[in-house]
C-alpha cells in the first residue's frame, strides 16, 4: 500500500529541544494519533510533515513528494491546521472561503455550505467575534472543503468546550469514513485519540517512544494485580514496565501480555487477583514514564 | 533552489493584502491630501503645517504596511495560515515584499504626485522639488530597510527599533541637506536646478533601497522552508 507519509531518520534540532531519530510510516486511508504532553515535539513533526520547516537530517516523503523542496505540490494536496494557526479577525468566513476555494480547484462548495450549518457560523460575520470553538470550527472548515488526500492536525480539539469538541469529532469521524484520506493528529487527549486512530504514535521529548496498531496497544497492555510479596528479580522481567508493591499487594503494568504470564507470575510466588485492560492514557503514561518501547 | 514561483498564489495573497488594508490606507491618502491642501495655501505657517504633517502622514503610512502585514501577521499567528497554503518560502516572500511595495507605493506614489502638482501650480517656488523628491526618497529608503529587516529579524524589538530609527533620521537628513549650499541655495528659486550633490543623494537612495528589497528576496529564496 502506498504511504501518505513517511520519514526516517529525521533530526530537527532548536536550541532547547530536538526531535530525534524518528521513523514513522502512515499508510493511505488510515488514522493515525500522535499523543504527548506539552513540548514532546508533535508539533514539530507536524511542521516538517508539510513543508514548514527542513529538517536537520532524515528524509520526508509525503503523498509522493519529498519535502521540503516539493512543499508547494505536496500543500497542493493536504490540509493542515494548528492550534496555533489564526486566521484574520477583521475579515468574514466568506471572505477566507473565497480566497482558499480560489487556491484548491478540488474545493467542495456544497461541502462548505454542509459544514457551516453543521457547525452553526454565520458566514457573514467577522471572525473576530467567533469564540475560540467556532474559529476552531472555521480553520477546520476550511480544510476539510478542499477535500485534502491527507490531513494534518494538530491538536484539533485543543481548548474547545464539550460541546463544541463532540461536534468536531463528529466531523472527524464523518471525514474518517473516505478510506482514502488520511489523517494524522496530535492531541494530549487520549480519550479523542482512542476514539478516532486506527494506529497510534507517543512522542516523548522528541523521541517516539511507542508506535503500533491501537488493537495492539489496548491487546498487550495490561493491569495485573497480585497477591503475595514481590519476588526479586521481577523488574528485569522484559515485559513488565512497572512493579510497586503496597503491603501484600503488587501492581504490575504488562506491556507485552502472553496468557501464561499468570501461571509463571504463580510459579514466583505471586497470586493473580485480577487482570485489567489498560486504558490509553494510562498505557501512554506508563510508557512515558518507562521511556521505552511498548 | 527552486525558482519556479507560484505566480497564481502570489497574485492571490498580493490581492489579499490590498484587500486588508486599502481602507486604512485610502485613509493615509486622504490625510495627505489635507497636508497637501496646507501646503498649497503656499503661507509660512501652512507650509510648515502642511509639510510636518505630509511627513507625519508618509512615515505612519510607511510604518502601518510593514506592521500590519508582516509583524501583526506574525504576532496573530495569521502568518502560520499563510504559510500552509502552496507555497514555497520564495513565493510567500514575493508576495509579502510585493504586496507591501503595492500597499505602500500606491499611497507613496499619489502623495508624491500631489506634492509635485502641488509645488508646480501653486505660488510655492518649482525649486522645491528636489526638496521634495529628496525628502520621499529618503521615506521610500527608511521603508525599504525596515521592510527588509521585517522580513527576516522576527524580534519586536529590532523591528521597532528599525522602523522607527530609519524613519527619525528624516530630521537629521533634512538639516544636513540644509547645509549643501548646492541643494539649499536653489529652493527658493521657480527654476527646478539639480546639483550634482542632489542627483548623488536620490541615485543613492533608490540604489540602496533596491538592494535592501533585492538583498532580502535573494536571502529568502535561499531558504528550503520557513522554519
Known amino acids: 500500500m502506498t504511504a501518505a507519509f513517511a520519514v526516517k531518520g529525521l533530526r530537527k534540532h532548536y536550541p532547547d529541544f530536538a526531535l530525534q531519530d524518528v521513523d514513522l510510516t502512515l499508510p493511505q486511508g488510515q488514522v493515525m494519533g500522535l499523543v504527548g504532553v506539552n513540548g514532546a515535539g508533535k508539533t514539530t513533526l507536524l511542521r516538517l510533515l508539510t513543508g514548514l520547516a527542513a529538517p536537520d537530517a532524515g528524509s520526508i516523503e509525503v503523498l509522493g513528494c519529498r519535502l521540503p523542496d516539493e512543499q508547494v505540490a505536496a500543500k497542493r494536496q493536504l490540509g493542515f491546521a494548528s492550534e496555533d494557526m489564526r486566521l484574520y479577525r477583521g475579515q468574514s468566513l466568506d471572505w477566507h472561503i473565497d480566497l482558499v476555494r480560489r487556491i484548491y480547484p478540488e474545493w467542495d462548495d456544497a461541502y462548505a455550505r454542509e459544514l457551516i450549518a453543521r457547525f452553526d457560523l454565520k458566514p457573514a460575520q467577522a471572525l473576530g467575534g467567533y469564540s475560540h470553538g467556532q474559529r476552531v470550527k472555521a480553520l477546520l472548515l476550511l480544510c476539510l472543503s478542499r477535500r485534502p488526500r491527507l490531513l494534518l492536525l494538530d491538536e484539533p480539539t485543543t481548548g474547545l468546550d464539550p460541546v463544541a469538541r463532540a461536534e468536531v469529532l463528529e466531523t472527524l469521524c464523518d471525514v474518517l469514513r473516505d478510506e482514502g484520506r488520511s489523517v494524522l493528529f496530535s492531541s494530549h487527549n487520549t480519550h479523542d485519540v482512542e476514539r478516532l486512530a486506527d494506529s497510534i504514535g507517543f512522542l516523548h521529548q522528541g523521541r517516539l517512544v511507542a508506535h503500533a496498531d491501537k488493537e495492539r496497544f489496548l491487546d498487550n497492555w495490561r493491569r495485573v494485580l497480585c497477591l503475595g510479596a514481590a519476588p526479586g528479580g521481577l523488574d528485569g522481567w522484559p515485559e513488565l514496565v512497572h512493579v510497586r508493591a503496597a503491603g501484600s499487594q503488587v501492581e504490575l503494568k504488562v506491556r507485552a501480555w502472553r496468557d501464561d504470564l499468570p501461571q509463571r507470575l504463580s510459579a514466583a510466588g505471586l497470586t493473580v487477583q485480577r487482570v485489567d485492560p489498560m486504558p490509553l492514557e494510562d498505557i501512554f503514561v506508563t510508557a512515558v514514564r518507562a521511556g521505552g518501547a511498548a | ?227
Open chain 2, 1 to 227: 533552489m527552486n525558482f519556479g514561483l507560484n505566480v497564481p498564489v502570489i497574485r492571490l495573497l498580493i490581492v489579499k493584502d490590498w484587500q486588508l488594508f486599502q481602507k486604512q490606507l485610502a485613509a493615509y491618502v486622504l490625510a495627505g491630501f489635507a497636508a497637501l491642501t496646507l501646503l498649497g495655501l503656499a503661507k509660512p505657517w501652512a507650509f510648515y503645517l502642511g509639510s510636518l504633517a505630509l511627513i507625519v502622514v508618509l512615515v505612519a503610512a510607511a510604518c502601518f504596511a510593514i506592521a500590519t502585514s508582516l509583524l501583526v501577521e506574525r504576532k496573530e499567528q495569521t502568518l502560520a495560515f499563510v504559510m500552509s497554503l502552496p507555497v514555497s518560502p520564495l513565493d510567500f516572500t514575493a508576495a509579502k515584499l510585493l504586496g507591501n511595495l503595492l500597499t505602500f507605493g500606491v499611497p507613496f506614489a499619489v502623495l508624491l504626485l500631489g506634492t509635485l502638482v502641488v509645488i508646480l501650480t501653486t505660488p510655492l517656488p518649482d525649486g522645491l522639488v528636489i526638496l521634495a523628491l529628496l525628502l520621499f526618497g529618503h521615506v521610500l529608503l527608511a521603508y525599504s530597510v525596515s521592510l527588509a529587516v521585517a522580513m527576516q529579524v522576527e524580534s519586536e524589538g529590532w523591528n521597532t527599533f528599525a522602523m522607527i530609527g530609519s524613519m527619525v533620521l528624516i530630521n537629521p537628513f533634512l538639516m544636513a541637506i540644509g547645509q549643501i549650499e548646492a541643494i539649499q541655495g536653489p529652493l527658493r528659486g521657480d527654476a527646478i536646478a539639480w546639483s550634482l550633490p542632489a542627483a548623488l543623494i536620490l541615485a543613492g537612495q533608490l540604489l540602496v533601497s533596491a538592494a535592501a528589497l533585492a538583498g532580502t528576496a535573494w536571502w529568502q529564496g535561499r531558504k528550503a522552508a520557513f522554519y
